[in-house]
């Protein structure tokens, strides 16, 4: 294993109650019910016009649901004012990794604005070789992020793990044939993630990091 594909929030960014937060007060400023804390964390890895269908399958109307998506987006913004915190433990891992020679890559429900803004605001702009948002490309959990930056690192799926908190994180990357990995301290509960057979859970970055290590392959890995 050489490549190692991260999800942003509540993997590497503790950014769940903001993003819950967001949704509420967005629902509120279109006239819309309040959906729960558990049913808005459990869309959260998906794109934001697919968060809105699963949350709002009764809303047929275009303009209302792009109202709600701006809302959302205006809501966060002011939240986020005071960039949500890594999780402990991640820069210090993301070091050691990269010095280890593995691949880093991020592949996000987030927009390519709103990650290039997380990315400034943590100096993390020169740590991942790749990353891939979901307003430009296909969102999870289709595999075409992760099958995008394989190609461009050149990387086989055999040699990479997808990292993430939500099932759309497992089962994209099952999709693509990558290793996936699950973080128990996210969005989604254990029993949820189970649900997609993830290769491996861990309950802290530092636990994952103290797994991963041990399974750099400049090669080809053909057991996990």
């Not at 007060?25 to 808005?40: C, F, G, Q």
């Not at 969102?139 to 099958?147: A, D, Q, T």
């Not at 793990?161 to 254990?190: K, Q, R, W």
């Amino acid at each position: 294993m050489n490549t190692l594909i991260f999800d942003w929030d509540g993997t590497l960014a503790n950014s769940i109650d903001n993003i819950v937060v967001a949704m509420q007060r967005a629902a509120v400023d279109v006239s819309l019910p309040v959906r729960s804390v558990r049913e808005v964390r459990d869309i959260i890895g998906l794109a934001l016009p697919d968060a809105v269908a699963v949350l709002y399958p009764e809303l047929d109307d275009p303009a209302q649901a792009k109202q709600l998506i701006q809302a959302y987006a205006d809501n966060y913004l002011t939240l986020e004012q005071n960039p949500s915190p890594l999780f402990e433990g991640v820069r210090g891992a993301l070091d050691i990794l990269r010095g280890r020679g593995f691949h880093l890559a991020v592949a996000t429900g987030k927009g390519r604005r709103g990650l290039d803004r997380m990315l400034d605001s943590h100096g993390l702009e020169s740590y991942f070789d790749v990353t891939r948002c979901a307003d430009e490309t296909a969102g999870k959990p289709h595999p075409l992020m992760i099958e995008q930056i394989l190609a461009e690192l050149d990387v086989t799926p055999a040699d990479a793990c997808m990292v993430g908190d939500s099932e759309f994180d497992i089962l994209m990357g099952h999709n693509a044939g990558v290793c996936p990995v699950a973080v128990t301290y996210g969005a989604m509960t254990h029993a949820q993630l189970l649900r997609c057979q993830p290769v491996h859970c861990v309950d802290s970055f530092d636990e994952f990091h103290g797994w991963v290590l041990p399974r750099f392959r400049t090669g080809q890995l053909t057991e996990v």
